[in-house]
């Protein structure tokens, strides 16, 4: 079973970027399929972006679209989130995710589909 670490966030102002980490340990890293959530104070965990075990497939949230950007570097174990021009409705508590098996662009969206998680890093974006 993989384990997962995330790093990077911190506070910015809007329009700023963030680079968000995600290493793993403990588990053959490369074949998993890694996701992206975040939750804001008083919601759910929503979806942000997902990428493939083999990078092949990514996939974004609308509200993200555009202004992130996930990729992986399977020798490093680690999986990024590439963030730009962030806005105030980005705060959140980011989280990745790891799981394994057939992974449809829906099931990908979908906080079940995944069976591991990292702790969270707070990203917060003022105005």
């Known amino acids: 079973q993989v384990q997962l670490v995330e790093s990077g966030g911190g506070l910015v102002q809007a329009g700023g970027s963030l680079r968000l980490s995600c290493t793993a340990s403990?588990?053959?890293?490369?074949?998993?399929?890694m996701g992206w959530f975040r939750q804001a104070p008083g919601k759910e965990r929503e979806f942000v972006a997902r990428i493939s075990s083999s990078s092949i497939y990514t996939s974004y949230a609308d509200s993200v679209k555009g202004r992130f950007t996930i990729s992986r570097d399977n020798t490093e174990n680690t999986v990024y989130l590439q963030m730009n021009n962030l806005k105030p409705e980005d705060t959140a508590l980011y989280y990745c995710a790891a799981g394994r098996g057939a992974q449809t662009e829906r099931s990908s969206t979908l906080p079940s589909w995944y069976d591991t998680w990292g702790q969270g890093t707070q990203v917060a974006v003022s105005s």
């Open positions: 403990g588990g053959i890293f490369r074949l998993y399929s």
